[in-house]
């Protein structure tokens, strides 16, 4: 249980007469929290929520919404807003994160959308604000798309997707070592992000199936192949939970972080399974934080692993099933 969870248990007296909604959930124990009713909704597919969706539906019932802090100051005004376009009358709102993790600022924001913005509480290195969220106008996803030019390709992002509104320098390298040594027939994007290495490998005549643990993410690259008119599948999931096939190759850019925590376990599975998801003679391409030790990794679980591409921050590994 994460430590904003465990300071929102503390006002277990108060949450016994509410019905919350508890938006972009990053901890499955909130599930757990003693409300009269409860819902979660995430955008991490992992949280296992009620809701898995790029948004919040408010639910006629709820009379209390509560927000951990997101990482994004985009994300958390988005979500603010998608929720205040919901209500007609003012509605209690909670922000809740770590003290050192940028509740300052998000409280600042907080209050560009709620009265009465005040601290509730403070426990275990976090702090519980609340506040009385203003009704506003419905917002819709596409209203807050932002769109990047990649060759004669156009991306689509949303706020609390990877490399929002620009495309990152480990996918840009990734791309040009992919231009030398495109792969053919079904490939996976796997952690698809807005979808650029989707829309350029679908550009370019492959069967592209594109798979992320956020579900912005997921309407993102949705987006992007439709935007461009390309074929290619996209599904939400935890790595190759919902993929079947198997790939002539497998392409990522995989996260070292979840959410505000650096980790590398995610990565160390992907590489682990990889070959399950591989034909006898595909390939994982790969790039990555030259920092991180994932050479070992790769040698573990292929044949032949190489360096293609290469900078000061960067590698690009091609590794042979």
């Known amino acids: 249980m994460e430590n904003s969870t465990q300071l929102l248990w503390r006002q277990q007296a108060t949450l016994a007469g509410r019905r919350v909604l508890v938006m972009d959930a990053n901890d499955p124990a909130l599930a757990e929290l003693p409300a009269e009713q409860l819902y ?10 009620h809701q898995w969706a790029p948004l919040p539906t ?7 919404v509560i927000l951990p802090l997101p990482k994004s100051a985009e994300r958390l005004e988005l979500l603010l ?5 919901q209500i007609e009358t ?5 922000l809740v994160g770590p003290a050192k993790g940028g509740i300052r600022g998000g409280v600042t924001r907080l ?9 509730l509480d403070s426990a275990r290195h976090c702090k519980l604000y609340g506040g009385q969220l ?5 917002l819709a996803l596409e209203q807050v798309a932002s769109l990047t030019t990649l060759d004669d390709l156009q991306v689509v992002s949303y706020p609390g997707v990877f490399s929002h509104g620009r495309l990152d320098e480990g996918s840009a390298l990734l791309l040009e070592a992919l231009a030398e040594g495109l792969p053919r027939g079904k490939v996976l994007d796997m952690g698809c992000g807005g979808g650029a290495l989707s829309a350029r490998l679908a550009h370019s005549g492959c069967q592209v199936t594109a798979t992320d643990v956020s579900a912005t993410a997921v309407a993102a690259a949705t987006a992007t192949l439709e935007r461009n008119h390309l074929q290619g599948k996209v599904v939400g999931g935890d790595l190759y ?3 079947g096939a198997r790939f002539e190759a497998i392409v990522t850019n995989p996260p070292f972080h979840d959410g505000r925590d650096r980790t590398m376990s995610i990565t160390r599975r992907l590489i682990r399974e990889a070959p399950e998801h591989l034909t006898d003679k595909g390939t994982l391409w790969m790039v990555a934080n030259r920092e991180l030790p994932y050479a070992q990794w790769l040698d573990q679980a292929f044949k032949h692993v190489q360096v293609v591409r290469e900078t000061n921050r960067f590698r690009v590994y091609r590794a042979l099933r």
Do not use: C, K, N
């Open 58 to 64: 408010l639910p006629d019932d709820v009379d209390l």
């Open 241 to 243: 939970e919902s993929i």
């Open 111 to 119: 209050s560009r959308f709620a009265d009465d913005v005040t601290l």
């Open 40 to 49: 979660l909704h995430a955008d991490d597919y992992t949280v296992g929520a």
């Open 90 to 94: 003012p509605m209690d709102v909670w």
């Open 81 to 85: 807003r998608a929720v205040a376009g």
């Open 134 to 138: 203003r009704p506003a106008q419905p």
